[in-house]
Structure formats: structure tokens, C-alpha cells
């Protein structure tokens, strides 16, 4: 699975570690918008933007999950963990 990760000044741009940002980030992963699509980082990036309070996030994160298998849920479950514990 490719990994996309958005450099820390373009982060910024986009709103930091907002939930929106987060969001908009599941999203770029979910659609292959600029990146091939990979719908366990987006699950990832979703799950954290719903947990930084986006209902949105949490609306597309439901969607996503449905698509995933119970090892990439799992994955994307812990790369989301990892992510918070660091953050």
C-alpha cells in the first residue's frame, strides 16, 4: 500500500492538526486525490478527524470501514492509535 504523507508546512496550510484538516486529508487518501487512493490511511486520517470532533469524519469513516477488510480496519485502527499517542 502506498503512503502519502503531507509535509508538516503544508499541514500548516491546511489548517494544522484541525479536525477539518484531518478530514480533508481521510478524504485526499479515500478519493486518490494527487495520491494513489489508500483507504487504510484514510480510515486512519478519518478516525482521528471524528475523534478531534468532525461529524463529517465520522460519517466518511462509517462508509470507509465498510470497504475494509478486518485486517486493514485493524491496521488502520492502530496507525490511528500510534498517530494520537505521538500527536
Not at 468532525?54 to 486493514?72: G, P
Request: charged letters at 20%.
Amino acid at each position: 500500500m502506498a503512503r502519502f504523507e503531507i509535509p508538516a508546512s503544508e499541514m500548516a496550510m491546511m489548517g494544522g492538526n484541525s479536525a477539518e484538516a484531518l478530514c480533508e486529508l481521510g478524504i485526499i487518501y479515500a478519493t486518490g486525490r494527487g495520491c494513489q487512493a489508500d483507504l487504510v490511511a484514510a480510515h486512519k486520517w478519518l478516525n482521528i478527524a471524528a475523534i478531534k470532533g468532525s461529524d463529517r469524519a465520522a460519517e466518511l469513516r462509517a462508509d470507509v470501514a465498510a470497504t475494509l477488510t478486518k485486517m486493514q480496519l485493524a491496521a488502520a485502527l492502530r496507525a490511528a492509535r500510534e498517530w494520537m499517542t505521538t500527536h
